[in-house]
């Protein structure tokens, strides 16, 4: 028994000593230039020497092309004109095919170039709400565009939430008979 | 008897004091005005349906509170109470299923941009987000409401009336 908890005690303070010293490496909470909230890294890599040259002059590499292929994306999904950021990063842009939506460049992918390799980043969705959702909606609160607009769906199930729980209080606890009649 | 007992006594027992009375008279209009303006300022500023709906709720439960339940459940009947609950959702839902009508199936779910309004696409967007905070705020409220009055209304027989002030 008394092994049993002096284990345990060992493991808890195990766990949150790892904590710690993984915590270390997580960004800052809500630092929207942090890696994880700006982009993905899709992995993909590509010899500097000769894509960064057509990068710089706006040019779509074929190989950068034929590697998203593979990776499956769609074929809107593929970039159709690249801007250069500053030296060594580049952003691409595709042109969705939005039925619902005039069609509308989109910034997707990021290139970055490190050491002598360009390492391909695709940008977080979030981002896009929050460069463009103003210009988008006209509506200049982030909160409510992103929780009615973009993320309409979402609220109106967390709508649905509220009036489960209110229908079910009032099948529990409504007693329509003992209510006193007094005026 | 017990509830005869209760009947008599409660014009006096309930509508004692006169400044709790008064205050919370003068007070609820501008709860409610402060309420609706929190739901429509939602857009431009801090807001929104739910916090909107839920000060509008507040000053209903401040009707209970000062004046007992059963003068506040009259100024806001149960019936009404339960049509409110169900009708923010359906507005919410409704302008959901109004874009993809009005644009004959081309518009997603909840893409106010092909709302029918005079105005162009973004402005569509924003004035669909206001029509939806509206639904939101109605719900909110309504839901407030009916837990509180539902909780109350219980307790009230047994207990001879003996609660709040």
């Known amino acids: 028994m008394k092994l049993i908890s002096l284990s345990a005690l ?14 270390d490496d997580i960004p800052d909470f809500g630092d929207p230039n942090s890696p994880p909230n700006r982009y993905v890294n899709l992995s993909i890599s590509m010899d500097a020497a000769e894509a960064a040259t057509n990068l710089n002059k706006g040019v779509v590499p074929e190989e950068l092309v034929s590697k998203l292929e593979a990776r499956g994306f769609r074929e809107d999904e593929l970039p159709a004109k690249v801007e250069m950021v500053k030296e060594g990063e580049w952003d691409a842009f595709i042109i969705p095919e939005e039925k619902h939506y005039y069609p509308k460049e989109q910034k997707y992918y990021f290139i970055k170039k490190e050491g002598d390799k360009l390492w391909v980043y695709r940008y977080a969705p979030i981002i896009r709400y929050i460069e463009e ?14 929780l009615a607009d973009y993320r309409g769906y979402d609220t109106l199930g967390e709508v649905t939430v509220i009036f489960t729980a209110g229908v079910g209080v ?11 009649e007094a005026r | 008897m017990n509830t005869e007992k209760s009947e008599a006594g409660e014009g006096k027992k309930r509508g004692g004091d006169v400044i709790v009375e008064t205050v919370s008279r003068l007070m609820v209009p501008f709860i409610q005005l402060f309420a609706l303006y929190v739901i429509i300022h939602g857009a431009g500023g801090p807001g929104g349906g739910f916090q909107g709906g839920v000060i509008f709720g507040a000053s209903f439960v401040l009707l209970v509170i000062a004046f007992g339940i059963v003068k506040a459940g009259d ?10 609950t169900s009708l923010g959702v359906y507005i919410y839902a409704g302008v959901g299923l109004l874009c993809i009508i009005l644009s004959l199936g081309v518009a997603q779910y909840l893409n106010y941009g092909f709302l029918s309004l ?3 696409f973004e402005e569509r967007r924003a004035l669909g987000m206001d ?15 009916s837990i509180f009055f539902n909780l109350v209304w219980k307790r009230e027989p047994e207990g001879g009336g003996g609660e709040e002030e």
Request: net charge positive; no cysteine.
């Open chain 1, 10 to 23: 060992l493991f808890v303070i195990f766990l949150g000593a790892l904590f710690i010293y993984i915590a």
């Open chain 1, 133 to 146: 959702g103003h210009e988008e909606t006209e509506v200049p609160n982030m909160v409510t565009y992103i």
């Open chain 1, 170 to 180: 009032i099948l529990l606890l409504r007693r329509r008979a003992k209510r006193p």
């Open chain 2, 75 to 84: 100024r806001f009947p149960e019936g009404i109470n339960t049509a409110l």
């Open chain 2, 118 to 120: 005079p105005v162009h």
């Open chain 2, 131 to 145: 029509l939806v905070e509206i639904g939101i705020g109605i719900t909110v409220m309504a839901v407030i409401t």
